[in-house]
């Protein structure tokens, strides 16, 4: 990453997300000092310049922390050799233990040398209490400080000490509202048969005939409820139209990429590689999936909604049936579920076996005779087919760690797990997609296993929520479980 200059440092910051961030001024106006945790910066380099026209300190503890991570060849490493360059930059200005400021709004960035004063309840031999002691020594001093920390149990010891403590929120979205792909409105039946009929709908006269009936409904002047925002449907966004009269007569439309019309939506007449949807939400992520102008697909849901053998079902069809795509890759990040078993034997492809066990379920499912059928007639066990395709060269599985540096052209691109992403690295696997590329990303945000992750500040939601806008872009949030019976009474009742 090349380090921004002043100017665009700023622009930056003027173009943050729409979520709170600790930048933003309190009420009375008061510049903050923001003390700012090791995890912060090595989750995002360019935190250091995402506190507008307040101070950053960063405790000496916080550099002598950096200094383990910066020989990592993963992207902990690579943040951390990041923010040690963007200081020594910033040495170049002026002197870091004065503070240095750089967007020329009065922000400042400084590195706390001196030993700061701490409470005797914190042991000094703690690196954790050493950067704590910074930011309560700053209020004892009567200075607006904030501890920014990614660590839950350092801002609970901040807070008890009467600090205030916050999380680092410039990348996250909120989840309880997260955007679901998808929207059900009430139509006229006129409305609903015309889709039918010419095969389209403007997005005008939907609009108009939903704004008609709102005009007539009752309202209340006096009940003290906000008006509802305009309606605003997103690009590739599904639509379930009832009707308003009568609650059977239904359809499913989506809009058309950047057009100003919707067209009707029908489950696939044959099975995409055995695979045939079961509720209205597959149906939609198999719309989005065999849709070559759509180049990227997020599949959002808990365990057994079908994201991940849906999207390895399309890839099939469009790479081994239609020849759309060249290869099918499929990659997950290396990240365990509880405590992880050591070291594992063996070369790459037999250490990755273990990590891709997942997805040589839905290979092995797909390729028997319970999910192709009568599809591909093979007499060959699902393994042995599984070990031909890659030795040619088809299909192709390995982790992210490898996926920096790279450009993948015209392939079928599947990331799977992606809810243990940071935004940074989304970011850099979606900007590895070439020319004629797919990329489709599976996960479930009630599933992390990233500590540093929540449903709020993983990557897929981070990309999700900023992506949806573009006309490239489709989302489906899978809410049922079709795995079982009881896959689904555990998501219900555990």
């Known amino acids: 990453m090349i380090q921004p200059s002043a100017s665009s440092a700023a622009a930056a910051v003027t173009q943050a997300p729409r979520t709170a961030t600790p930048a933003e001024p309190d009420s009375t106006g008061m510049t903050k000092y923001f003390v700012l945790d090791t995890n912060v910066l090595l989750h995002n380099p360019g935190a250091l310049t995402m506190f507008a026209d307040n101070h950053v300190l960063i405790p000496l503890t916080v550099l002598e922390e950096l200094d383990k991570f910066k020989k990592n060849n993963d992207d902990v490493g690579r943040n951390c050799r990041e923010v040690i360059r963007q200081l020594d930059r910033l040495r170049e200005r002026g002197k870091l233990s004065e503070g240095v400021e750089w967007n020329g709004h009065g922000g400042t960035i400084r590195v706390v040398f001196a030993k700061a004063e701490r409470p005797a309840a914190l042991p000094e031999d703690v690196p954790d209490n050493r950067i704590i002691s910074v930011a309560w020594a700053l209020q004892q001093e009567g200075k607006p400080a904030v501890m920014i920390s990614k660590d839950i149990n350092v801002r ?268 940074h690295e989304v970011k850099t696997i979606v900007s590895r997609v070439g020319e004629g590329t797919k990329i489709v990303l599976t996960g479930d945000a009630a599933q992390i296993d990233n500590p540093y992750l929540d449903a709020s500040s993983n990557g897929m939601s981070y990309l999700i929520e900023r992506m949806r806008p573009a006309g490239q872009v489709g989302h489906v949030t899978l809410a049922k479980s079709e795995r079982s019976e009881l896959a689904s009474l555990a998501v219900d009742l555990l």
């Open 156 to 423: 609970l010891k901040a807070d008890a000490l009467g600090v205030p403590a916050e999380d680092f929120e410039a990348q996250k979205v909120d989840s309880d509202r997260l955007y679901r792909g998808y929207r059900d409105l009430e139509a006229s039946s006129a409305v609903i048969n015309q889709m039918y009929d010419e095969k389209q709908l403007a997005m005008d006269e939907l609009l108009a005939d939903v704004a008609a009936a709102e005009a007539l409904a009752p309202t209340d002047a006096a009940d003290g409820v906000l008006p509802e925002a305009p309606l605003v449907i997103e690009p590739n966004e599904f639509v379930q139209l009832r009707g308003r009269d009568d609650t059977s007569h239904t359809a499913l439309a989506r809009r058309l990429a950047d057009t100003e019309h919707l067209i009707p939506v029908h489950a696939p007449r044959r099975p995409t590689y055995g695979v045939v949807p079961r509720n209205l939400q597959q149906t939609m992520a198999i719309d989005l999936l065999l849709d070559d102008e759509i180049k990227l697909v997020s599949l959002l849901g808990t365990a057994g909604t079908g994201k991940t053998l849906l999207a390895i079902a399309a890839g099939m069809q469009k790479v081994f049936g239609d020849q759309t795509y060249d290869k099918l890759l499929v990659a997950r990040p290396i990240m365990p579920m509880g405590r992880d078993i050591g070291y594992l034997p063996g070369d790459k492809d037999e250490k990755l076996s273990a990590w891709m066990q997942p997805i040589f379920d839905n290979l092995e499912y797909l390729l028997s005779s319970r999910g192709v059928g009568g599809q591909q007639a093979d007499s060959r066990p699902a393994e042995q087919r599984i070990q031909t395709l890659m030795a040619g060269g088809q299909l192709v599985l390995e982790p992210l760690t490898y996926i920096r540096g790279r450009s993948i052209p015209n392939q079928f691109m599947i990331v799977d797990e992606a809810q243990n992403l940071t935004p």
